[in-house]
């Protein structure tokens, strides 16, 4: 399994959940985090785990996420889910 290290500080957005009464839903939120590589193939992700699961994607240079909300539409349905592609900030040498 490939290593992770830590890297600079950086700017970047966070989901954080959003309750009101009886539903939630996901928010977007600024914060100042460290940037994480992939030793096995030198892709720098924003989020320590993207860097973590980065073997398992099989070192691809994004993927989809997708947050859910309990929140139903005026036909009673749930709306559908909010889907994101998070992509690596840059390849640093050493990797593949």
């Not at 009464?21 to 994480?36: C, L, M, P």
């Not at 539409?73 to 889910?81: A, D, E, H, L, M």
Request: aromatic share 14%; hydrophobic share 25%.
């Amino acid at each position: 399994m490939s290593a992770v290290v830590k890297m600079e500080q950086i700017d970047t957005e966070i989901m954080e959940a959003h309750i009101v009464g009886d539903s939630f839903s996901y928010r977007e939120n600024n914060v100042q985090k460290y940037a994480y590589k992939c030793t096995g193939c030198g892709l720098v992700w924003r989020m320590k785990w993207y860097a973590e699961d980065c073997e398992t994607r099989g070192h691809k240079t994004s993927f989809e996420q997708k947050y859910y909300s309990s929140r139903l539409n005026s036909y009673g349905k749930p709306y559908p889910p909010t889907v994101y592609t998070r992509y690596a900030m840059r390849r640093d040498k050493g990797g593949k």
